[in-house]
């Protein structure tokens, strides 16, 4: 007999006292009286797994995050035990759990600091609507401490004092602090007293991060269902946080081809076919480079993916052909709803396949998208995915299309209030099977991959290229993305250089926004200040909405086309230099962009800096994010920065003012670089490259710089066919030196540098190659401070 039908409110349940534990190999295992349990994986030296169960039980381990290539081992691992804790010991942390209530906290292994520690630690509610439990963490928040990353968030780059929230969700004209937007990063670091340490929490759920909003001293984050199950990552670099985080959820799985490195058109849409190619012929007539347009969804058929609409494109593979021979590649949008339609081969093959998601008694998920009413593949089942990848066959393989943009796949649904799927729709979860509370946040991650798939197959042997709108944590190893639907204002420009900046601290460096703006348009004062950020974006695309006029780099003045090909052009002579900096983020995951405060934690005035970063390693950019303004103030870190422009030497660890009418932007190069420029192009592979200028800025001191080339397409770099000079400047009173040193098969179609020296303060009487005297006509000194030596060189020196 039911006596009682009114629901036992538990509220917040909390791990008792420890009772056992037990080592199996890397990971020990700690259970309470109480049936919690917390397993604890040491990964590496400084990145510690924490999984808890509630009732001694633990589901299947899985994770789309965590890549099989993630760096595990360590070199020590020790435990001991007190009266009050026990003490896991590595080479970098200590760990502290205490037995009395499985509280931690994690200290430098070197000083005994303090870097991270429990406050209420890990707690639980039952949900009694869909069972399993809300997991719950709160930690102390330290003296001074900062928090930064979680993925696309439009808010100040600095995450204290406010509470965010994880769930992917289509975000059209969103503004300053929306939140949450397209992506779900649930990844911060923490910062104070100079020492950083990230926190992933990989839960797919819904999920929500407070940094000392609730309460002023508290960090807490939780889960509406799923395992409290995170990584602790320490640095004490923040670089290195990030770089290690980069490791444990994946870096890019191929470089990128160049040509996806240099400008890249679009707009919702160009069609039809004589649009497109007369925008094709305006780029090459007025010589701004240009290496990709798009299709947006007006190329198809009834928006159904897959097709072509004939009236408007009668020959793709034609039309495709005829752009690559003017150095364009095609880019197509693909979309995840699939118009319900007998008549439509996708459609029907993916209903009789079974591949489509359904809600939780049986009915497919129907919802409504560009096509009318639609189904939606199940991303998550890798079958399907398998399934997706084929379709691409006659679009790459055949049509000739290089790249794809998945967009809506968040997935967005019109007309319903959630802007998504029900929870109730079910997934497939690569074999664990749930609902969509637990696999929204990965169904564009899963789509993207599987579109990922297809383009590797069916580009081969030429490398694919995705963009994608959805993310979740991992995303990265197969696709770049974009920052979705921004607004033509100047407030938008601020939030898109902060945007990419916190992207590239949580792990996803190819990222860009749509330059200009994409609802609404802007003038060309703000096209023209966008463009200036966008050359140092790793993803680097206008588009726009089409709603409210053209958006193209002749659309505004000629004044204005002018300077958008000036930036351009600059971003193809650093195209060496940027390629570099990915070569650093696929291989050690170094973020490609740093903010100042990645760049210089110990300066407590990095902490707060939102405009100024670092693009690569030694270039320092600021953009203009006013209208009318004939300059800025920013913040210089330590250093010395040589301008851009004029090359006057500004100190770091200071503000100043510096000069950028509309034609300029405050660019600076960090004293002692060596910066890589090939001549501009007017796309990827248009000239051979027969010399190579290496831009080498003076310092009294040492600093290394780096070149990375390939055949910048292809897998032959995979195989050791690459070419990587190191330089060692090292610059004296009245002597400046610069070693080469080379590895990697690959030989670069050029024979010599050109070496233009800035800032020297010494008149040049000599210089040495290798140890032999060169006459000055035989290396061809120049005017301007140029030499010009073999690429071969070893050792160069330039004597006063
Ligand atoms: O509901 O494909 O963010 O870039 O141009 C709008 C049309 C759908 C949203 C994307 C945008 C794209 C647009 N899409």
Same mark, same amino acid.
């Given at each position: ?77 020790? =435990? ?13 942390? =200590? ?25 209420? *630690? ?73 020492? /950083? ?25 939780? /889960? ?81 993916? &897959? ?32 118009? =319900? ?50 379709? &691409? ?18 997935? /967005? ?132 909405? *089409? ?11 000629? !004044? ?26 696929? !291989? ?84 002692? /670089? ?110 301007? !401070?140029?030499?010009? =030596? ?11």
């Amino acid at each position: 007999m039911i006596l009682n039908t009114e629901l036992e409110y538990k509220g917040n349940l909390f791990p008792s006292n420890i009772i056992s534990y037990k080592k199996v190999v890397d990971t020990f295992y700690f259970t309470t009286k109480n049936n919690v349990v917390l397993q604890l994986t040491v990964q590496r030296d400084s990145v510690l797994r924490f999984r808890y169960t509630t009732t001694a039980i633990f589901e299947k381990d899985f994770s789309y995050a965590i890549t099989k290539y993630a760096s595990r081992g360590y070199n020590n691992l020790e =435990i001991s035990e007190d009266k009050d804790y026990y003490t896991v010991i590595t080479s970098k942390l =200590i760990c502290k759990i205490a037995k009395a209530d499985m509280r931690i906290s994690m200290y430098d292994v070197h000083d005994n600091s303090l870097i991270c520690e429990d406050e209420l *630690g890990f707690h639980w509610e039952e949900s009694h609507e869909f069972g399993g439990d809300i997991v719950k963490m709160t930690k102390t928040s330290q003296n001074g401490e900062s928090y930064y990353g979680l993925g696309d968030k439009p808010v100040h780059i600095n995450l204290k004092g406010k509470r965010y929230e994880n769930w992917v969700t289509d975000s059209y004209a969103y503004g300053k602090d929306t939140d949450p937007i397209y992506k779900a990063i649930p990844f911060y670091i923490g910062l104070h007293h100079k020492k /950083a340490y990230g926190i992933f929490f990989d839960n797919s759920f819904r999920s929500y991060f407070d940094f000392c909003h609730e309460r002023r001293n508290i960090t807490s984050f939780w /889960a509406q269902g799923g395992e409290m199950n995170y990584y602790f990552i320490y640095g004490p670099q923040m670089s290195d946080v990030v770089a290690k985080y980069t490791d444990l959820t994946g870096k890019p799985h191929e470089l990128p081809a160049l040509w996806t490195l240099g400008y890249h058109q679009c707009k919702w849409s160009y069609y039809p076919e004589s649009k497109v190619k007369e925008v094709a012929k305006k780029f090459r007539d007025l010589k701004i480079p240009c290496d990709a347009l798009y299709l947006d969804i007006d190329y198809m058929e009834g928006f159904r993916c &897959f097709t072509w609409n004939k009236e408007y494109f009668p020959n793709p593979k034609k039309m495709v052909k005829e752009l690559a021979d003017e150095g364009f590649k095609t880019v197509v949008i693909i979309d995840p709803g699939i118009k =319900i339609d007998m008549n439509y081969d996708v459609f029907r093959e993916g209903l009789e396949k079974d591949y489509f998601c359904k809600r939780a008694d049986g009915p497919y998920m129907k919802g409504k998208v560009w096509p009318g009413e639609c189904y939606f593949p199940d991303f998550t089942n890798p079958e399907v995915r398998e399934w997706w990848s084929g379709l &691409f066959k006659e679009l790459v393989e055949d049509i000739g299309v290089k790249g794809v943009w998945n967009d809506m796949n968040e997935p /967005a649904v019109m007309d319903v209030p959630d802007k998504t799927f029900p929870s109730d729709v079910r997934h497939n979860y690569d074999g664990n099977f749930c609902s969509h509370r637990k696999a929204h946040n990965v169904y564009g991650m899963q789509m993207a991959r599987a579109t990922y798939q297809g383009l590797k197959k069916f580009s081969y042997p030429k490398r694919p290229f995705v963009i994608t709108r959805a993310a979740y944590s991992g995303t990265q190893r197969y696709t770049s993305t974009w920052t979705g639907d921004n607004v033509a204002s100047w407030e938008h420009l601020t939030i898109a250089n902060i945007q990419a900046q916190r992207m590239c601290m949580s792990g996803f460096s190819f990222v860009g926004s749509d330059i200009g703006g994409f609802a609404e348009q802007p003038n060309g004062e703000l096209y023209a200040r966008w463009i200036q950020l966008g050359i140092f974006h790793p993803f680097c695309r206008t588009h726009s909405s *089409g709603d409210h006029g053209d958006q193209e780099p002749w659309t505004f003045d000629d !004044n204005i086309t002018d300077i958008v090909r000036k930036f351009i052009e600059i971003r193809y002579q650093l195209l060496p230099y940027l390629y570099t900096a990915f070569w650093r983020y696929t !291989n050690e995951g170094i973020p490609i962009l740093k903010s100042l405060v990645l760049f210089d934690q110990s300066d407590t005035h990095t902490h707060y800096r939102n405009d100024e970063f670092i693009f690569g390693e030694k270039i320092l950019a600021c953009p203009i994010t006013e209208p009318n303004a004939k300059g800025r103030r920013m913040f210089f870190p330590k250093g010395r920065w040589y301008n851009f422009w004029n090359d006057e030497v500004v100190k770091g660890g200071q503000e100043a003012w510096v000069d950028a009418d509309l034609d300029s932007m405050p660019i600076f190069i960090k004293e002692g /670089a060596i910066i890589p420029k090939y001549p501009v192009q007017q796309y990827v592979g248009e000239k051979k490259i027969d010399q190579v200028t290496l831009d080498v800025y003076y310092k009294k001191g040492r600093e290394k710089s780096e070149l990375y080339e390939d055949a910048h397409d292809g897998y032959d770099y995979k195989k050791g066919r690459f070419s990587l000079r190191y330089f060692n400047l090292v610059g004296k009173k009245n002597e400046l030196i610069i070693q080469q040193h080379k590895s990697g098969k690959f030989i670069t179609s050029y024979k010599t540098f050109k070496i233009k020296l800035h800032g020297m303060p010494f008149k040049i009487s000599k210089i040495q190659v290798d140890n032999e005297e060169i006459a000055f006509e035989d290396i061809k000194v120049n005017g301007d !401070n140029t030499i010009i =030596i073999s690429k071969e060189f070893t050792e160069l020196h330039v004597i006063a």
